[in-house]
Each structure stands twice: as structure tokens, then as C-alpha cells.
């Protein structure tokens, strides 16, 4: 452990986050399986580290679900069906915004259990997780090779899967929350559009700076091989925070007096930020934040409160990460 001080506190960090001193891996207690050719090989951060740097891995599957019945995946009530865990904050969003759509019953959802192993992402009958209510599987990589038999890469979640086709349509969240947007407009009463025509410049840039910043930031941190890694990975997310700040002291939300998407890509990413990524992800200044009344100030005041007041959304939360419910 390396002792470090900055402006806010001083606070110890793994110097080489998630690898110990001989270089094996320490384990996860969300580890992810990692595929080559269809067998599971090797670790996971073998594949996602460049120089000390978390480097995340492209999501392969990038199909769509469409409202019209041109394409390939068309939307239709009972058709697809989401694979989660509530310790995700990429899959927590997609069960956002289903929520606030009110589009449980048109797409339905298997949760698997919030502790993975070396497998990856299993099944279990822990509390707030299902079974594989399609297939049965006892991991979810098991859904990877069905879909495709040779596939290489990471198994991760969300996974939005076509039943008719028996494939995944999409694994890559921020897709996959803009299908459930408006893909599924005419199974659902909801017109809310959390994607408007009008403010997609100013939330296509907002959400890139979130998601290099803030949303993988946690995980730059966390996953750095390097104590300079880290510390550049430090002083950017907590620089980020600084700016998402004094956006919102002259605004309701990220995109002025509008809920929009990139409030609910944010928002997973703060909920977790002392349960998980204190303890999991090294961002142990978030205490300090807390002390200087960063955490009771407006950030996420304005977010929780609209997530947690909002009517469509569960007010029952589980697991440490304090994840939404999906009953």
C-alpha cells in the first residue's frame, strides 16, 4: 500500500490496482469471463491494460432495435429480453430508463447474481436474482456462445437478447438506453423523450465528458498498474466532478432545466460512489468530498431526489450498491 496526499485528504491506494507483487491477479468480486474462440482463457484485465492504463474494451455486439419493421430487430412487445446485474452501473441505467418508460412488461429481464467468479456472471438464487429464464444457464457466458459459437472477448453486461433470432442484439448500454427511449414508443403510454431532437449536441458532449471522466474514470482509477497512472486517473475524475459541479449550481440538470439521458448515465456512477468505489475502485478522496459538502450539495441533490421522488421508479433498493429494483 502507497500512502499519497492531495488538496482534500491523504489516503492509501493499491499501487498496482487488481495485481499483486508477482503479477498474478488479485481476485474481483466482479469479475468478468473472458472468451477466446468460445473457451474461457485467460484473465479479464489481460486484456484491458496498455501501459499501466485501463483501457476499455470496444462492446462487440452493436445491432439495433427499430420502431419500424425494416430492419433486422424490430420492436415488439415479448421479443427481447435484457440480462443485468444490479451491481452494474452500465446495466443499472438500462433498467432506468425501462422503468421510467414503463416498459416492464413489454421487455423482460434476468438478473444474475452481483458476486461473479472465475467463470463470470452467473445464475444463482441469491436475493433480488433470477434464474435464466430463457435457457436455463448457469453463466452467462453461456449466452455469448450460443450467440455466436467462436466469440472472443469480454462477457459483460447489459446483454439485450433477441429471442426469435436466439442472439444478442446489443451489449453496449448507452445503445441500448436510446432503443428503450423510443424504439418501444408504441407498446408504452410514456412520451417522455429523454433523448430530444433539439438537445442532442449539448448531451452527445456532456455525455462524453461523463463517460471519459466520471463514468470509466472510477475504473482508471481503480484498474491503474501505476501509482503516476493512478494519480493522473485521480486528479481527472475528481477535476471532472469539480466541473460537473459548477455546471450544476446555474442549472436544474446536466442539460439546463431538462431531465435527459445523461442525468440517468451519470447518476449510477454517483449512487455507488461511496459503497463501491471507495472501498473497490480507490477513489478514496470521495470521503473527503463528503466532509467538504460536495455529496449534500447540488450535484446530486438534483439527480437522487428526481430518481428516488420519481413515481416510476421503485422506491426499494438492493445490494451494497444500492441498486433500483426491477419489481
Not at 84 to 102: D, E, G, N, Y
Not at 310 to 316: C, D, F, Y
Request: aromatic share 10%; net charge neutral; hydrophobic share 40%.
Amino acid at each position: 500500500m502507497t500512502t499519497i496526499t492531495t488538496g482534500l485528504t491523504s489516503h492509501k491506494l493499491r499501487t498496482t490496482s487488481g495485481v499483486v507483487a508477482d503479477g498474478k491477479h488479485q481476485k474481483d468480486s466482479n469479475d468478468m469471463a473472458r472468451l477466446v474462440n468460445g473457451k474461457l482463457q485467460g484473465h479479464w484485465r489481460d486484456a484491458t491494460q496498455r501501459a499501466g492504463e485501463f483501457v476499455r474494451v470496444a462492446s462487440p455486439f452493436r445491432d439495433w432495435v427499430t420502431a419500424d419493421r425494416a430492419g433486422r430487430f424490430p420492436a415488439e412487445p415479448g421479443r427481447y429480453h435484457l440480462y443485468v446485474s444490479l451491481a452494474c452501473p452500465w446495466a443499472h441505467r438500462t433498467l432506468i430508463l425501462r422503468k421510467l418508460k414503463q416498459l416492464e412488461d413489454v421487455i423482460t429481464v434476468s438478473v444474475v447474481d452481483p458476486v461473479s467468479g472465475d467463470d463470470g456472471w452467473r445464475f444463482s438464487d441469491a436475493p433480488g436474482c433470477t434464474p435464466d429464464a430463457l435457457y436455463g444457464s448457469s453463466h452467462l457466458h453461456q449466452l455469448y456462445t450460443r450467440a455466436r459459437a467462436d466469440f472472443t472477448g469480454l462477457v459483460t453486461v447489459p446483454v439485450l437478447w433477441d429471442r426469435r433470432t436466439e442472439t444478442i442484439v446489443n451489449n453496449e448500454s448507452p445503445e441500448i438506453i436510446r432503443m428503450l427511449n423510443s424504439a418501444f414508443d408504441a407498446f408504452t403510454p410514456v412520451r417522455a423523450d429523454y433523448y430530444p431532437e433539439a438537445l442532442r449536441p449539448e448531451i452527445d458532449a456532456i455525455n462524453e465528458f461523463v463517460y471519459e471522466r466520471i463514468n470509466n474514470g472510477v475504473y482508471r482509477c481503480g484498474f491503474a498498474g501505476t501509482q503516476a497512472v493512478y494519480d493522473r486517473a485521480f486528479d481527472a475524475l475528481f477535476g471532472a466532478l469539480d466541473e460537473i459541479e459548477a455546471r450544476l449550481a446555474t442549472s436544474r440538470f446536466l442539460v439546463g432545466n431538462t431531465l435527459t439521458e445523461a442525468d440517468w448515465r451519470l447518476f449510477p456512477t454517483l449512487l455507488r460512489f461511496d459503497a463501491v468505489y471507495y472501498m473497490m475502485r480507490s477513489t478514496t478522496a470521495c470521503f473527503a468530498a463528503i466532509a467538504t459538502g460536495w455529496w449534500t450539495s447540488r450535484t446530486s441533490r438534483a439527480t437522487c431526489a428526481t430518481c428516488i421522488n420519481a413515481p416510476a421508479l421503485p422506491k426499494r433498493w438492493t445490494s451494497i450498491t444500492s441498486s433500483a429494483t426491477i419489481s
